[in-house]
């Protein structure tokens, strides 16, 4: 059984930084794509950033901004989060790809089959 736990979330104010974690047990960590995405209130659940033994993904809007990173003898994934906006807030989740994808990185969240609690991040203005 595949178990996630993320945290890291909080307040903070636009243009401050956060660092979410992500701790992942019940499978061999370093096998696969880790996702993390967000949802915000009214909105579908979107990718911001995902990392696999074979490179990194961002979504535009936080390139730059944000850096996903991850530890496979903690089996822990990072995302370190700086200039953040208002836009920003949403509860964000991590996720590990399906193992049959090998290095490529689904984007869609669709492809993910196991989901944190989430963290909730929220920007004010």
């Known amino acids: 059984q595949v178990q996630l736990v993320e945290s890291g979330g909080g307040l903070v104010q636009a243009g401050g930084s956060l660092r979410l974690s992500c701790a992942a047990s019940g499978r061999t960590f370093s096998r696969y794509a880790m996702g993390w995405f967000r949802q915000a209130p009214g909105k579908e659940r979107e990718i911001v950033a995902a990392?696999?033994?074979?490179?990194?993904y961002y979504t535009d809007s936080v390139k730059g901004r944000f850096t996903i990173s991850r530890d496979n003898a903690k089996e822990t994934v990072y995302l370190k989060m700086k200039s953040l906006k208002p836009e920003n807030t949403a509860v964000y989740y991590c996720?590990?790809?399906?193992?049959?994808?090998?290095?490529?990185?689904?984007?869609?969240?669709?492809?993910?089959?196991?989901w944190g609690q989430g963290t909730q991040v929220t920007v004010s203005s």
């Open positions: 990392i696999s033994w074979s490179g990194t």
């Open positions: 996720a590990p790809a399906p193992s049959y994808y090998g290095p490529q990185i689904p984007l869609s969240g669709a492809r993910y089959n196991y």
